[in-house]
């Protein structure tokens, strides 16, 4: 069964900084392309950044391009968002994703609040 559990999200103060973890559990870690994206209030949800560990493959919409880092544990099977200089705009739950076997899977959310 798989499984994505997303965790760090939080209140941060404009300029501040995250790292969100999603630990993922019932496939094979390595073998797919990982992607964090974000649902703003009242806004479509946006894909923010994806990585294949295989490649080292990342990219990242423009707008967090320069601010936030993926990376990825196999080991731990666990892929990161290190998110930098946040700003309110970035306030959104963010989501991580995967495609295994065709299937799409999303984990719960985790909310970032960018606030003074």
């Known amino acids: 069964q798989v499984q994505l559990v997303e965790s760090g999200g939080g209140l941060v103060q404009p300029g501040g900084s995250l790292t969100l973890s999603c630990v993922a559990s019932?496939?094979?870690?390595?073998?797919?392309?990982m992607s964090w994206y974000r649902q703003a209030p009242g806004q479509e949800r946006e894909w923010v950044a994806r990585?294949?560990?295989?490649?080292?493959?990342?990219t990242y919409v423009d707008s967090v391009k320069g601010r936030f880092t993926i990376s990825g544990d196999n080991a731990k099977n666990t892929v990161f968002l290190r998110m930098n200089n946040l700003q309110p705009e970035d306030t959104a739950v963010y989501y991580c994703?995967?495609?295994?076997?065709?299937?799409?899977?999303w984990g719960r959310g985790t909310q970032v609040t960018v606030s003074s």
């Open positions: 994703h995967t495609v295994w076997v065709g299937d799409t899977y």
């Open positions: 019932g496939f094979t870690f390595g073998n797919v392309v």
């Open positions: 990585f294949y560990s295989r490649t080292d493959a990342r």
